[in-house]
């Protein structure tokens, strides 16, 4: 009973202090109640005052929380103990007066001591080298303390730090997930294994305090590049949607897509072809309502448009994973600026659901975009000529290429300013060949055709 008793109060008494409206005839008669529980059940004196002391540091950890001028305030003001008290009935000075006294001065020293902590950080942090382990010390040692800070001031500090510490935000939320992921390992390891016998793609697990929904894909090449997923809360900025899906959710790990048909996902198209090609995004598909990608940066489209250029150099994975990818016969088939991103170190490709496994003797459908291709190019890949397919994803990500690098809007190539990019950046020796696969690219396949050869590959052909 009395344990009962104490544990409520306690928290009632937290509860307020961490809102910083703390009562002083609470106070007063949680100490009355507790002297009484004692006259009445034999409890020791002892006890009741270790009860007081881990009362009071509750209050004090709580106090510390809010501003240090708000604390001094109320401490100036002095706490008006027993205002709740019959008329005529003074309160002691003594005991838990005291005590609440002191509940402020030791608040006040701590808030200043953290704040002390706080501001040494950023110096700490600016005096290590990128990516060295001693900067990893200092993240892991904000990410712990971040635990302890109260939810309602957790997002202003954070936004605090980052203007110092860039990537404390990106670390905090890996971080995060990652203690998840350990805190229900054995949870997770359930799941999957339920997921196993029904033979379900994805385990489901929700966190009971956050209430969000972990994904984990059962097959074990899908869970390299998915180890965990879910979907983000938070809309995008602004409305973003294909042809036939829209953003809905976007944070700096995820984005979550929504279907703009009554048809839905289905289960998805099998990405085991492209799990191998790193700028290559890969869609989860968690239920015919919901699909999970990674947030793979901003669209080339969107940063052509707000005039931020995109350096040669960041194509460079993107180039070698596309040539890798024809040398394996799949093609794209619908690469712009539209279905490119960059995420400030490399270029990736998105969108990628409409791409074809070319066979021989099969003819397949395929989506595209007229102003990325020619007339003559569509008719050939229509006619199911790879090197057609070939040659047409090379002509729309050199024309991303040269857009993105040179701010130029989809419908702008001055052949002036193509040359001067192909002089740039294309080795000598391939130059009159780009130039032929953006003027006449139909040519270009015809000749290699006659030749029985596939052509080079981008990655080959620029000096970047």
């Known amino acids: 009973m009395i344990e009962t008793e104490l544990r409520y109060f306690r928290h009632q008494l937290s509860q307020r202090a961490s809102a910083g409206v703390i009562a002083a005839g609470s106070m007063r008669r949680l100490d009355q109640l507790l002297l009484r529980l004692g006259k009445l059940e034999g409890v020791a004196t002892e006890e009741i005052v270790a009860q007081q002391h881990l009362i009071h540091t509750d209050v004090r950890k709580a106090l ?17 103990l027993g205002s709740d008290a019959p008329a005529g009935k003074a309160a002691s000075s003594s005991g838990l007066a005291g005590g609440l ?9 701590l808030a200043q001591a953290r704040q002390a902590t706080i501001a040494r950080w950023p110096l700490e942090f600016a005096a290590t080298a990128a990516g060295s382990v001693e900067r990893q010390q200092i993240l892991r040692k904000i990410a ?8 309602a001031q957790r997002a202003a500090l954070i936004a605090t730090l980052q203007r110092d510490i860039p990537e404390l935000a990106s670390y905090l939320a890996s971080a995060t997930i990652a203690r998840n992921v350990q805190l229900h390992a054995k949870t997770k390891e359930q799941a999957l294994q339920a997921a ?3 033979k379900q793609p994805l385990a489901r697990l929700k966190h009971e305090a956050t209430r969000q929904v972990y994904y984990y894909p059962v097959a074990a090449n899908v869970r390299q590049r998915f180890p965990v997923a879910y979907a983000p809360q938070t809309p995008p900025k602004q ?8 953003m809905v959710g976007k944070d700096q790990h995820f984005v979550a897509l929504q279907p703009r048909t009554l048809q839905g996902f289905g289960r998805g198209r099998d990405n085991a072809d492209i799990l191998p090609f790193e700028t290559v995004s890969v869609d989860l598909v968690v239920s015919d309502r919901l699909m999970l990608a990674h947030n793979a940066g901003t669209d080339l489209a969107t940063r052509i448009g707000a005039g931020q250029q995109v350096p040669v150099s960041a194509f460079k994975a993107a180039l070698a994973d596309l040539d890798a990818m024809h040398a394996k016969k799949i093609y794209l088939v619908d690469i712009k600026t539209a279905n490119l991103t960059f995420d400030d170190h490399k270029v990736r490709f998105i969108d990628v659901d409409g791409r074809i496994n070319w066979h021989p003797a099969k003819r397949q459908a395929f989506g595209y975009t007229p102003a990325w291709t020619t007339p003559k190019l569509h008719k050939a890949m229509h006619d199911n000529r ?7 994803d090379q002509y729309a990500m ?8 040179s701010l130029l809007k989809s419908g702008e190539l001055p052949q002036l300013r193509r040359d001067r990019w192909i002089a740039e950046y294309v080795r000598p020796e391939y130059r009159d060949h780009v130039r032929s696969l953006l003027s006449a690219p139909i040519r270009v396949v015809e000749q290699a055709e006659k030749q029985g050869q596939l052509l080079p590959g981008l990655a080959t052909l620029l000096a970047i």
């Open 101 to 109: 006294r002191e509940d402020y001065e030791k608040a006040i020293h």
């Open 398 to 405: 050199l024309l991303s290429m040269i857009r993105a690098s």
């Open 196 to 198: 196993r016998e029904n």
């Open 386 to 392: 790879r090197i057609a397919f070939q040659a047409s």
């Open 64 to 80: 510390s929380w809010q501003p240090i001028a708000q604390l001094q305030a109320q401490q100036a003001q002095g706490l008006k």
């Open 239 to 246: 409305t973003t949607q294909g042809g036939w899906k829209t």
């Open 144 to 151: 712990v303390f971040m635990r302890q800070v109260p939810v």
